[in-house]
């Protein structure tokens, strides 16, 4: 299995009873419910904000496991009295990514949007490359992985540990925590251009000093 960046333990189980209370806006006083147990082939080391839909649908991602130990991003569906869990994408740390840490964000076509600490076709990066933006769309159900943009090492930064932030125009925003003018990662904003291509530009890049450096959390 490759190795994994920002490790650190976590359980292999999702309890997510207190977490839909934070969603839905309530609390409540019974005991949290395990709902989904992870395994390797379904997804391990679930390291990840979830987000949920206006169908009561749970999105988020696993940093290893499925089908090749690359991690993935699953969807859980409500189903009777129970939840019923699908690999969405099965990431091979190849040109579509891997390790996909901090869950996804999602946009008001349900569509979803990710981050990948490794993997990707651009740069020199040490280890399993640079590291992705990716989407996930969805079609009638149907969901199809596209890479938005593939991490330089350069001024760009790389491996993108962090979540994305969407505003109304459809703009991402993310960090990474190395990479930089500075080597200590950026700010970046991702703008959709006309045609369907993205623009990444850096917003602020890490120093070390009174700003910090190497923001791994979104």
Same mark, same amino acid.
């Given at each position: 299995?490759?190795?994994?960046?920002?490790?650190?333990?976590?359980?292999?189980?999702?309890?997510?009873?207190?977490?839909?209370?934070?969603?839905?806006?309530?609390?409540?006083?019974?005991?949290?419910?395990?709902?989904?147990?992870?395994?390797?082939?379904?997804?391990?080391?679930?390291?990840?904000?979830?987000?949920?839909?206006?169908?009561?649908?749970?999105?988020?991602?696993?940093?290893?496991?499925?089908?090749?130990?690359?991690?993935?991003?699953?969807?859980?569906?409500?189903?009777?009295?129970?939840?019923?869990?699908?690999?969405?994408?099965? #990431? !091979?740390? @190849?040109? *579509?990514?891997?390790? &996909?840490?901090? $869950?996804? %964000?999602?946009?008001?076509?349900? =569509? +979803? /949007?990710?981050?990948?600490?490794?993997?990707?076709?651009?740069?020199?990066?040490?280890?399993?490359?640079?590291?992705?933006?990716?989407?996930?769309?969805?079609?009638?159900?149907?969901?199809?992985?596209?890479?938005?943009?593939? #991490? !330089?090492? @350069?001024? *760009?930064?790389?491996? &993108?540990?962090? $979540?994305? %932030?969407?505003?109304?125009?459809? =703009? +991402? /925003?993310?960090?990474?925590?190395?990479?930089?003018?500075?080597?200590?990662?950026?700010?970046?904003?991702?703008?959709?251009?006309?045609?369907?291509?993205?623009?990444?530009?850096?917003?602020?890049?890490?120093?070390?000093?009174?700003?910090?450096?190497?923001?791994?959390?979104?």
């Amino acid at each position: 299995m490759r190795s994994t960046r920002f490790a650190h333990p976590v359980s292999r189980v999702l309890s997510v009873l207190a977490v839909m209370a934070v969603l839905m806006g309530t609390v409540s006083a019974a005991p949290p419910q395990v709902i989904h147990s992870f395994d390797e082939e379904g997804g391990e080391y679930p390291d990840s904000d979830l987000v949920m839909d206006g169908a009561g649908n749970i999105y988020g991602t696993t940093v290893t496991g499925g089908d090749i130990g690359s991690g993935t991003v699953f969807q859980l569906t409500p189903s009777g009295d129970g939840w019923t869990h699908t690999v969405l994408h099965s #990431f !091979t740390s @190849g040109a *579509d990514g891997g390790q &996909p840490y901090k $869950g996804v %964000t999602l946009d008001p076509q349900g =569509n +979803l /949007y990710g981050t990948a600490v490794v993997g990707g076709t651009g740069g020199a990066c040490p280890e399993d490359g640079c590291g992705v933006i990716y989407k996930l769309t969805n079609s009638g159900g149907t969901w199809t992985h596209s890479v938005l943009y593939n #991490f !330089t090492g @350069g001024d *760009d930064g790389y491996g &993108p540990g962090a $979540g994305l %932030t969407i505003d109304p125009r459809g =703009n +991402l /925003y993310g960090m990474t925590p190395t990479g930089g003018a500075h080597g200590l990662g950026v700010i970046y904003q991702l703008r959709p251009q006309p045609g369907g291509d993205w623009k990444l530009s850096v917003i602020h890049a890490f120093t070390g000093g009174n700003d910090g450096g190497a923001g791994s959390a979104g």
